[in-house]
């Protein structure tokens, strides 16, 4: 294929309410040519107040990373404004088949195809999808090879006037308020590239005591309310695989994240997952019943209850006793032993020092901000020193508590 873009772009034009468009493919090479970003394009500093988030330089590494290392790549369309000039459109009609007699085009299925014209004066930039086109143009920099691969545009007319930019404002905003995201729920239940989403599913397939019966599939980490027999929620235990396979903050863990899956690597994953759960089993006698029950038992309403309960038995306590083991492995201990050490200390909410830190005793509520001094009571409570070695867990206590008198539990 010719290094040369070409102006001329085969489409299909279509009309919603009074809104002409053009829906064709680009290649990537002729998307890094021709969609500018926002702020190279005539007068920009308007149109960046109207039109443009702020770019995440993560996110356009993220996509990059997913385009050169995921053979089965795939994009859904990006929305591009055509800023100034007058494209033209070419239709070419279709007629009846000579050969398929029972097939007859009307009017509109005989003229919506044809080719797209861009004279060169006019300026392109992404009204929905800028993420995805500056992850292309890093990707094109790590791998020219990818310059053929295609993608769906879709082309809206955008005029100089004050009426045209009116149109505009309006079509980025339609974009984006009726565009329903995907929830991080659906996300991992579908997502065949995130390691730790696939581990997840694999606990929930294969683990007894962690299938769909004992892990809600929410929207949210937080358990439902009224819920009796869930020991967690399809987030929160993704969140937890995340906190005990990998050390935090770790390179390793962004790739595990964006794939392509590396078996071994996921089996090793799941492992220590099952290793985790195991230790749990084992050193929990609230985990283990709950675990080994019927689900129409309710058992989990026995310990998660209106006054408090185990600690263990809301994701945020079980997330931050994930962590605290994950740091006692980092340091050497092995993960049953570390397990075994912080199942040890106080698991009651309503206990010092989770009420005030973690349990609001006047809510009847959990806390769940105060992730990292969760995870250094659980350390400290276990004699352990807390992470990182700099954090002041009685300072934080007291912050916390607004006390500053406050005395941590003595080990």
């Keep these: 294929m010719s290094d040369v873009p070409s102006n001329l772009f085969p489409a299909l034009r279509a009309k919603m309410g009074d809104r002409w468009y053009y829906v064709t493919t680009m290649t990537f090479a002729q ?7 926002v702020d190279k394009i005539h007068e920009r500093k308007e149109l960046k107040t109207w039109i443009q988030r702020l770019l995440r330089p993560e996110r356009k590494e993220e996509i990059a990373t997913y385009l050169v290392n995921q053979k089965q790549r795939f994009f859904n369309a990006v929305v591009a404004g055509i800023y100034g000039g007058e494209p033209e459109w070419f239709p070419v009609e279709v007629g009846d088949s000579v050969t398929v007699k029972d097939v007859h085009l009307d009017e509109r299925q005989a003229t919506a195809f044809g080719v797209l014209r861009i004279s060169g004066t006019e300026d392109l930039f992404a009204v929905d999808g800028q993420h995805r086109v500056e992850g292309i143009r890093e990707a094109l920099r790590r791998d020219k090879a990818l310059k053929d691969e295609e993608l769906t545009v879709i082309f809206v007319a955008h005029k100089r006037t004050a009426k045209g930019r009116e149109r505009t404002r309006r079509l980025f905003t339609t974009l984006n308020k009726y565009a329903k995201p995907v929830s991080q729920a659906e996300l991992i239940a579908l997502n065949d590239d ?54 935090a903050g770790s390179r390793e863990r962004k ?24 230790a749990l089993k084992a050193n929990v006698p609230a985990i283990r ?21 185990h600690v263990l038995f809301r994701p945020a306590g079980l997330y931050a006793f994930a962590r605290a083991a994950r740091v006692t492995v980092d340091r050497g201990e092995r993960l049953d032993a570390a397990v075994a050490k912080l199942a040890a200390v106080p698991l009651r909410l309503t206990d010092r020092p989770w009420a005030g830190a973690l ?36 300072e934080r206590y007291r912050e916390v508590l607004g006390d500053p008198r406050a005395r941590l539990p003595k080990t």
């Design 31 to 37: 998307v890094r040519q021709w969609i500018k970003p």
């Design 194 to 247: 995130d390691a730790f989403a696939i581990v997840t599913r694999r606990l929930i397939d294969s683990y007894r005591g962690l299938g769909s019966e004992f892990v809600a599939f929410a929207p949210t980490a937080n358990i439902p309310s009224g819920n009796q027999s869930c020991i967690t929620t399809v987030i929160a235990l993704y969140e937890l695989v995340k906190a005990i396979s990998v050390k």
């Design 255 to 278: 790739d595990l994240e964006a794939g392509p899956p590396d078996w071994a690597r996921i089996d090793k994953l799941y492992r220590v997952a099952v290793s985790f759960w195991d």
């Design 289 to 309: 019943k709950v675990m080994t029950s019927a689900p129409d038992k309710y058992l989990a309403a026995k310990y998660r209850t209106s006054s408090g309960g």
């Design 359 to 394: 349990w609001n005793t006047s809510t009847k509520t959990m806390i769940v901000k105060h992730k990292k001094l969760a995870m250094n009571l659980f350390l400290h409570l276990a004699h352990t020193k807390p992470s990182p070695r700099d954090f002041d867990t009685l």
